[in-house]
């Protein structure tokens, strides 16, 4: 493992400026040679695998301020505090009740011990899952930019096959981040030079000729929390997680689906797809499609193939299409039935 060394800070600005004397460049702060550290899940790993290198830790788990650690609720919608862990949030039966799908994407995550673990902010930044970004011996874009791309050609079965570039086809490994941008989430962010907020759909970058750069955080920046509004369509939500084991195991394919409904005619449709997409992917044709329908089989059918319009497959990775319009054909049926 290559030698870092750790500071743990309670200031917010003086642990931005730990990490500007590092002298990461602004571009791509998920590469930087200064990293915050929350609960570590992957950072740590990544750095044990030596494909992460950073020279500083900055442990921000005694940040002052209430905001970082707090879930609350109203009428007008939802607020996640960044260090609040995933099991905290799994656990909040308002999240539970009129949420479902964050619940869904939470339970269905890693293990219960790393949900103990891990900072909601973290979570939606940690890194691909691509064995060739894990393995330093093969090239990887991600890891060096323009050494190429090993998985083009090589063993693509997790592959994505939305949002892929010529450089890279990893898939984004989460599943909160699904739920976050299919609803329209903003992700409140702060740094050496303030706060701002966007919409959670701008935080992730696709890959195009720097896959290397994976979001739209500048070094010292932080995620200080989540605002999911509320609506018609939040009670009335699921996420539906295939993959090849029924525990600890990424997405093979995925949806998140939100609906409103005037008996069975759509009023409202949020798809979000996970497991096939090299980010966070929100189906907005799909939605479209629905809108106005009755959502039946045939309504559901017609959205999923709408989803996968100009997908790109690889030798290995052809059956996510299929496996993953079944996954938003079961998704949409299931929110569905559900009662709002």
């Not at 093969?138 to 994505?160: E, I, V, Y």
């Not at 999911?228 to 369509?233: D, L, N, Q, S, V």
């Not at 479209?288 to 193939?305: I, W």
Request: proline share 4%; glycine share 10%; aromatic share 6%.
């Amino acid at each position: 493992m290559h030698t870092f060394h750790y500071r743990r800070i309670g200031d917010q600005g003086e642990a931005a400026r730990a990490l500007r004397e590092t002298g990461s460049t602004p571009e791509g702060a998920i590469n930087a040679a200064g990293q915050f550290l929350a609960g570590g899940t992957n950072l740590t790993d990544y750095m044990r695998l030596n494909v992460m290198r950073p020279d500083l830790l900055v442990d921000i788990n005694d940040l002052e301020g209430e905001k970082l650690r707090q879930i609350s609720s109203n009428g007008d919608g939802l607020w996640i505090g960044g260090l609040v862990r995933m099991a905290e949030a799994e656990d909040n039966t308002d999240i539970a009740k009129n949420y479902p799908v964050i619940h869904d994407t939470l339970k269905l995550a890693a293990s219960r011990q790393i949900r103990n673990m891990a900072s909601l902010g973290g979570n939606v930044l940690q890194r691909t899952r691509c064995e060739y970004f894990r393995e330093t011996s093969w090239p990887c874009n991600k890891r060096t930019p323009g050494s190429g791309c090993a998985a083009m050609d090589g063993f693509n079965r997790q592959h994505a096959v939305l949002g892929v570039s010529d450089a890279c086809i990893a898939t984004y490994p989460g599943d909160f981040a699904q739920a976050l941008v299919a609803l329209d989430a903003t992700v409140e962010i702060t740094g050496p030079d303030g706060s701002r907020r966007i919409a959670f759909s701008e935080l992730h970058r696709l890959p195009g000729d720097t896959p290397h750069i994976e979001t739209t955080l500048m070094p010292g920046e932080i995620i200080t929390g989540y605002r999911i509004p509320a609506g018609p369509w939040t009670r009335r939500s699921c996420y539906v997680k295939v993959r090849d084991r029924d525990s600890y195991q990424f997405a093979l394919a995925a949806a998140a689906v939100a609906l409103a409904l005037d008996g069975d005619t759509v009023s409202e449709a949020r798809i979000a797809l996970g497991g096939v997409a090299t980010v966070p992917w929100r189906a907005r044709e799909a939605e479209e499609m629905l809108k106005g329908r009755t959502l039946d089989e045939d309504a559901a059918s017609a959205a999923a193939e709408a989803a996968f319009n100009g997908a790109r497959t690889r030798e290995h990775n052809a059956y996510k299409v299929p496996m993953g319009k079944e996954t938003v054909i079961r998704a949409l049926m299931d929110a569905k039935a559900m009662e709002a």
